[in-house]
């Protein structure tokens, strides 16, 4: 595979994030990747990555 796809789809399964409370899929924004975001859909807090993503 092209390196620069493997970087996109890298960044891209980065910034989405399933909340724990509803089970939705969104994206947060790059500059959040490492920090807690609200859900959009129910408002819980979603943790970043290594917490609630396995
Ligand atoms: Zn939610």
Do not use: E
């Amino acid at each position: 595979m092209n390196p620069i796809y493997q970087v996109i789809i890298d960044t891209f399964l980065h910034l989405r994030r399933r909340c724990p409370g509803c089970g939705m899929d969104q994206l947060v924004a790059p500059g959040k990747k490492d920090s807690v975001v609200q859900c959009k859909f129910c408002g819980d807090p979603i943790p970043p990555h290594g917490d609630a993503d396995r």
